[in-house]
């Protein structure tokens, strides 16, 4: 059997959680969320903890670790992310900005002027 390259099916351009229907400010804060897993479990991996040394350090249960390791964190908040990011003495920044105006998708527009002058 012959294989066949990887081929990307969709390119999404700005944020993916946007394009895969989320709202702006939700998908600004799953993109957040993202950001601070991955800085964890990038450190994580380097040192090499081990769950139960994790449970020690994070102040967590096993269960709470094993779900943070393999990224389930849908009901983990922000705020207890950089709360172990901190217990990892991982330093962080957040920055704001105002963001660029947004383009209009002129079909999306167009309908809208439609829909708004019947």
Do not use: C, W
Not at 11 to 21: L, Q, R, S
Not at 42 to 58: F, M, N, P, S, V
Not at 73 to 80: L, P, Y
Request: proline content about 3%; cysteine-free.
């Amino acid at each position: 059997m012959k294989s066949t390259p990887n081929k990307a099916s969709h390119v999404v351009k700005g944020n993916v959680f946007e394009a895969i229907g989320f709202s702006q400010s939700e998908a600004t804060a799953l993109t957040v969320k993202a950001e601070i897993l991955s800085a964890i479990l990038e450190h994580i991996r380097g040192k090499r903890y081990t769950q139960a040394q994790l449970g020690d350090i994070l102040d967590e249960h096993q269960p709470s670790v094993s779900n943070l390791l393999r990224g389930r964190i849908g009901n983990v908040s922000i705020e207890k992310l950089l709360r172990y990011a901190d217990r990892l003495r991982l330093k962080t920044n957040i920055t704001v900005q105002a963001m660029p105006p947004r383009r209009v998708n002129s079909r999306r527009a167009s309908k809208q002027m439609e829909a708004a002058g019947d």
